[in-house]
Structure formats: C-alpha cells, structure tokens
C-alpha cells in the first residue's frame, strides 16, 4: 500500500518571503501522480498543483512550484512571494494510475504566514 | 463550477443513534468518496464507489456504511454512533478516467457524537 509522510506538522514564514513543505512517499508503482491541496480555515480543500509521475519537468503554477525527485520519492512544495492568503492546511497527495483512483493524502503542514 | 454539497455542516449526535451524511455531486461523475479528516492524521479513505450500488471498503470502513442508490448521490451512514467518531467527514467525487484527473470536495461536515 502506498503511504505519505509530511514531517512538518506547522511551518511559518513571513510574508514576501519564500517557504517550502516537505513530502515523501512510499510506493511501488512507476506511475502515479501528486497533488498539493490547499485547505483554508473555511476546510473547501483545494487544488494547488498536481505533477505526473513520467513528467520530469517540475509543476508550477505561479507562484507554487515542485521539485518531484522519483528516485528519492521526495515531492516539495515551494510558495513564492508568500501572501495572507497562502495561510492553510496543505495537504500532500498520491494517487495510483490504475485501480481505484483514490487520493492517499499525508498528515498535513499548518502553514503560518507573518505579516 | 463542479459542486460537491454536503448538506450537513454541523451536526451533534448522541451516542447510538443512527447517522446520515448526504453528499451529492453535480457533474454526473463516476467516482465518489468519502474522508474523515482527524488532527495529525491527515484524511483518511472510509469508502468509495465508482458506480451505481458498487462500493469499495476505504483504509478505516470500521463502523460505517454506505449507499449509493442514484449516481449522484453517496451517502455515509453511522450504524451506532460513538464518541470516536466525532470528526470532520469530507466527500469528494471525480470523473472514472485514468488520467490525473481532478478531485472535488465537499466543504466538509462536522459532526459531533456525545
């Protein structure tokens, strides 16, 4: 079964400044997929950015950007230019190609954004 | 805009009693799920269904059932609620496509057994 471990349970930056959350994960497969979801205090989880496991190019998306290292199973997330807005859970996430499609999510990073 | 309606967003239930969460999906996808969200353990898979009356077992099914008569509707039923089932459930749908398609959900209901 695949696993995802995000070691930081909090992290906390300050604003315009740069952050990044750490996740690992455990699988056999060769293909998959990642995702980063972002969950406000209003708990509507949201899409930040998903990667594809055959893509060596890193995702980004404005100011969010991965570095996905297959080899080492490592999926970071990097938040540029933090924002107040950027303060939330985030939430790391596999899911498998074939089968089931379920989300397998980590434990979460509380994310602190000081102004 | 693709939405997830948990019709529920509070509830307080007493022990024993017999829980319904409603979910329905507005975009006619295959896939639904649902999640319970606890401090420090992140979500965690209850159930899911990928058709009309089929279901799968999650990672933690212990203690619930689901049903789904209709495609867009999945419900997560607590036989006999207990206090260690107090949480947050979430459900979530997606299209049945083998690409990374996205995943929809809900705003989450909370529930409280006492």
């Known amino acids: 079964a695949q696993t995802v471990t995000q070691s930081q349970p909090e992290m906390s930056v300050q604003e315009a400044e740069t952050v990044t959350l750490s996740c690992t994960y455990d699988?056999?497969?060769?293909?998959?997929?990642l995702f980063w979801y972002k969950q406000p205090p209003s708990r509507q989880m949201i899409l930040v950015i998903r990667q594809e496991a055959y893509k060596q190019q890193n995702a980004t998306e404005n100011r969010f950007s991965v570095n996905f290292q297959k080899a080492a199973k490592s999926f970071s997330l990097k938040i540029s230019d933090s924002q107040l807005g950027d303060a939330a859970m985030y939430f790391c996430a596999y899911r498998s190609v074939q089968g089931a499609q379920k989300l397998v999510f980590g434990q979460g990073t509380r994310l602190t954004i000081n102004p | 805009d693709v939405k997830v309606t948990q019709s529920s967003r509070y509830l307080v239930k007493r022990t024993g009693e017999k829980v319904f969460l409603e979910c329905v999906q507005d975009m006619d996808h295959e896939n639904m799920f649902w999640y319970r969200q606890d401090p420090g353990l992140g979500l965690r898979l209850i159930y899911f269904s990928y058709d009309v009356k089929m279901k799968e077992k999650g990672d933690i099914p212990e203690g619930y059932s689901v049903s789904r008569e209709k495609k867009e509707r999945f419900s997560l039923i607590l036989e006999s609620a207990s206090t260690n089932q107090t949480s947050m459930y979430l459900c979530?749908?997606?299209?049945?496509?083998?690409?990374?398609?996205?995943?929809?959900f809900g705003e989450g209901s909370w529930l409280t057994v006492v």
């Open positions: 699988t056999s497969e060769s293909d998959y997929y």
């Open positions: 979530a749908s997606s299209l049945w496509v083998t690409s990374g398609n996205t995943i929809y």
